[in-house]
C-alpha cells in the first residue's frame, strides 16, 4: 500500500465511449502526476499538478483531459481514445518537486485496452 | 532536451550473483538520479537514489554509482534474491522541477 489509490484497476472501452480514471492519494502531498507506460518503453509523464495547478502538459493529445479538484484527487477523463492509447495508467504523487529530490509514490495504475 | 539510456533491457543472474544494471544520461546539468524497481502488477516504488556530489550510495545490498564525467550511472545488486526479480527503471532529472526522464526498463530475472 503506497498511499496513492487507482480506479479502476482494468477498464475496457470502445473508441467512442467516454471513460474517467480517478486517483487519491492519503499522503498529504503538494503535486500529483499522470504517467503513461507502455511495454519496453520510458515511462512518459502526461500532467503534473502542483497545489491542484497544472503545471505541466507535455503535448498530450486533448482526448486526454485531466481534472484536479483538490490537492488529494486527480482525475483523467478519457474520449474518442484510439488503440494506441491502450496502455497502463500511472498516478503518483510527491510532497516537493523531483528537483528537490522528493520521492514520486506510485498507484497501481489502471489497465486500459482500447477496442 | 534529456535523454535516458539503460542497459540491458533483460538481465538473468543465478541467485546469489550479483546483478548490475547501467544508465547514460545526456544533460550534464542533470542532478538528480533515482531508481524505482516495479513488481508484477504494482506500481514503481523507489529503492535508492543519488545526488550530483555524491560518487557513491550504498543501502544493504544495493549500492549506486554515478560518474559526472562519463555521464552514466549505475545500480549494483549484491547476492540476489527470488524477491528482486522486477523491472528497474533508472531516471535523471533536466532542469525542469517536475520532470523526471526515465530509462526503458530493465527486467531482472533470478535463477533459482
Known amino acids: 500500500e503506497t498511499g496513492v489509490t487507482q480506479t479502476p484497476r482494468h477498464l475496457v472501452m470502445g473508441m467512442t465511449n467516454k471513460k474517467s480514471l480517478k486517483c487519491e492519494q492519503h499522503?498529504?502531498?503538494?503535486?500529483m502526476y499522470w504517467y503513461k507506460q507502455s511495454a519496453k518503453k520510458p515511462l512518459e509523464l502526461m500532467f503534473v499538478?502542483?497545489?491542484?495547478?497544472?503545471?505541466e502538459n507535455n503535448s498530450v493529445p486533448s482526448r486526454f483531459s485531466p481534472e484536479c479538484p483538490n490537492s488529494s484527487h486527480l482525475f483523467l477523463h478519457l474520449h474518442t481514445l484510439q488503440p494506441e492509447d491502450s496502455a497502463l495508467y500511472l498516478c503518483?504523487?510527491?510532497?516537493?518537486?523531483?528537483?528537490?529530490?522528493?520521492?514520486?509514490?506510485f498507484g497501481e495504475g489502471s489497465w486500459l485496452t482500447v477496442v | 532536451g534529456e535523454n535516458v539510456e539503460q542497459h540491458p533491457s533483460t538481465l538473468s543472474v543465478q541467485e546469489g550473483d550479483s546483478a548490475v544494471i547501467k544508465c547514460t544520461y545526456s544533460d550534464s546539468a542533470s542532478n538528480y538520479f533515482p531508481w524505482y524497481k516495479q513488481e508484477l502488477g504494482k506500481g514503481p516504488q523507489l529503492i535508492i537514489d543519488?545526488?550530483?556530489n555524491v560518487g557513491e550510495k550504498k543501502d544493504q545490498r544495493i549500492a549506486v554509482t554515478l560518474n559526472k564525467t562519463a555521464k552514466h550511472f549505475s545500480l549494483h545488486i549484491t547476492e540476489t534474491q527470488p524477491e528482486d526479480s522486477a523491472v528497474y527503471f533508472c531516471?535523471?532529472?533536466?532542469?525542469?522541477?517536475?520532470?523526471?526522464?526515465w530509462g526503458a526498463g530493465t527486467k531482472l530475472i533470478i535463477k533459482p
Open positions: 531516471a535523471a532529472t533536466p532542469d525542469s522541477n517536475y520532470q523526471l526522464i
Open positions: 499538478y502542483n497545489f491542484k495547478e497544472q503545471t
Open positions: 499522503l498529504g502531498h503538494n503535486a
Open positions: 503518483a504523487s510527491s510532497q516537493e518537486g523531483v528537483a528537490l529530490s522528493a520521492t514520486i509514490y
Open positions: 543519488i545526488r550530483s
